[in-house]
């Protein structure tokens, strides 16, 4: 198992214009989690699956976001109507359900608005 | 609320030393899991060393050990004989096993390895 992938690794768009990311986790990991990181701070967390369920959004998510996990296989994030403030990395993380709450993450996807 | 608190935004060590990054926390809860996340640059994410709440014993993993002072909430990392490799920023994280393991980090210790 090649790890968590991102794709695209880094995306820069129009104010306005929409966004899509895509997470693709550890096979056998049911739990994904994707969060935020701007400069100079720690990940700060968006969302969170189970298998296919969306089971928590942060406050951070406004309804301009949304996350999918069809199947409870890979994710993705759309962000529309990008506003500058949306500019960050854009970190997904898996896990098992039965394990050490350990979180396995991806290289990230650094969204620049301009 | 739960909350992970990094004082030192930036270290530095000379090569062979050793360096000792801090982590303070705050949490109701009274199982949890705290870890240490290296984040070198422009890549992703790694897990450098995790420890169990309920567990007494202080981790290590090879050149890396914690000290978890429990009842201060305190978490702190040593890096012992660092190396170049180890420049990178380094996250502390909390997540407590209910709800749904979300994990609270802090700001971050960017740690310079000087040659």
């Known amino acids: 198992d090649t790890g968590v992938s991102q794709n695209p690794r880094h995306k820069i768009t129009k104010r306005g214009q929409n966004v899509t990311f895509r997470c693709d986790p550890i096979?056998?990991?049911?739990?994904l989690y994707w969060y935020r990181q701007t400069l100079g701070q720690g990940p700060e967390f968006l969302t969170y699956?189970?298998?296919?369920?969306?089971?928590?959004k942060s406050r951070l998510l406004s309804d301009r976001f949304s996350a999918e996990r069809p199947k409870g296989s890979f994710s993705t994030l759309e962000i529309q109507r990008t506003e500058q403030g949306d500019s960050a990395m854009y970190l997904c993380?898996?896990?098992?359900?039965?394990?050490?709450?350990?979180?396995?993450f991806g290289p990230g996807t650094r969204l620049t608005v301009t | 609320a739960q909350t992970v608190t990094q004082s030192q935004p930036e270290m530095s060590v000379q090569e062979a030393e050793t360096v000792t990054l801090s982590c303070t926390y705050d949490?109701?809860?009274?199982?949890?899991?705290l870890f240490w996340y290296k984040q070198p640059p422009s890549r992703q994410m790694i897990l450098v060393i995790r420890?169990?709440?309920?567990?007494?014993q202080n981790a290590t993993e090879n050149r890396f050990s914690v000290n978890f002072q429990k009842a201060a909430k305190s978490f702190s990392l040593k890096i012992s004989d660092s190396q170049l490799g180890d420049a990178a920023m380094y996250f502390c994280?909390?997540?407590?096993?209910?709800?749904?393991?979300?994990?609270?980090f802090g700001t971050g210790t960017r740690l310079k390895v000087l040659a």
């Open positions: 949490t109701s809860e009274s199982d949890y899991y």
């Open positions: 096979s056998e990991h049911n739990r």
């Open positions: 994280a909390l997540v407590t096993t209910s709800g749904t393991y979300k994990y609270i």
């Open positions: 699956f189970q298998n296919e369920a969306q089971l928590e």
């Open positions: 993380a898996s896990s098992f359900f039965e394990g050490t709450y350990e979180q396995y």
């Open positions: 420890q169990e709440a309920y567990k007494q």
